[in-house]
């Protein structure tokens, strides 16, 4: 299984202000991906982090509020834009080695915005 | 309709009793199917994966898979105090996990 970093692990963030999380993989993956996980809720996915190309979002996400970086094979950012406290939510970094195959997860950053 | 569906709970058991825990899915593409644990203030852990018809078992851990039916469920056996999570289910068509709710167990001694 991959073991997956993130940080930073909890932020206070302050409102119209940008947060950049990062997410380690200490082995090459083919899949990354990040989720938000808001109070009392189950995961949803934001976008797929693609190496060295544009990420794929989900609907209701865009590139400009949730901008996303994968420059190599374990490494990722996810980047919280103009932030509201409607952003207050858990984001996780997910991984895998391959589209079949298990995904494990972060421990993930629990972001407050006032 | 919900893509991956799930009874909310809580599902209360005593000690060592079994616990079934079941899940739908409304795409019948879906390839690939996950179970995993979340306590409470901690992200998602891994129990099983199954691709196949019929029953898979790891420990005290077996997952159903029906895809006929669109159903997935996880039974845990000789329940404990530890397993008191919220169960999620989630279902993979291509490289996407969807998921469920979840189902919050509580097992008490």
């Known amino acids: 299984s991959a073991v997956i970093s993130q940080k930073p692990s909890r932020d206070i963030c302050q409102r119209g202000t940008s947060l950049t999380i990062q997410c380690q993989v200490d082995?090459?993956?083919?899949?990354m991906f990040w989720y938000r996980q808001q109070p009392g809720q189950s995961l949803t996915l934001i976008a797929t982090?693609?190496?060295?190309?544009?990420?794929?979002?989900e609907s209701g996400f865009v590139i400009d509020k949730f901008p996303i970086s994968r420059p190599n094979l374990t490494f990722s950012t996810l980047t919280v834009s103009n932030m509201s406290p409607e952003d207050s939510s858990i984001y996780l970094c997910?991984?895998?080695?391959?589209?079949?195959?298990?995904?494990?997860f972060g421990p993930g950053t629990r972001l407050t915005v006032l | 309709q919900k893509e991956v569906e799930q009874n909310s709970g809580p599902l209360s058991v005593p000690e060592g009793a079994i616990a079934s825990l079941n899940c739908t899915y409304s795409?019948?593409?879906?390839?690939?199917f996950f179970w995993y644990r979340q306590y409470s203030g901690k992200s998602p852990e891994l129990i099983m994966f199954?691709?196949?018809?019929g029953d898979k078992e790891d420990g005290r851990f077996t997952a159903q898979l029906n895809k006929a039916s669109q159903y997935v469920s996880l039974l845990i056996r000789d329940s404990q105090p530890s397993d008191s999570a919220t169960y999620l289910c989630?279902?993979?068509?291509?490289?996407?996990?969807?998921f469920g709710t979840g189902t919050r167990l509580q097992v008490f001694p």
């Open positions: 997910s991984a895998g080695t391959s589209p079949d195959n298990e995904q494990f």
């Open positions: 082995s090459q993956v083919t899949m």
């Open positions: 982090a693609n190496q060295g190309s544009e990420a794929t979002y």
């Open positions: 795409d019948r593409g879906s390839q690939s």
């Open positions: 199954i691709y196949s018809n």
């Open positions: 989630a279902v993979k068509n291509t490289d996407k996990l969807i």
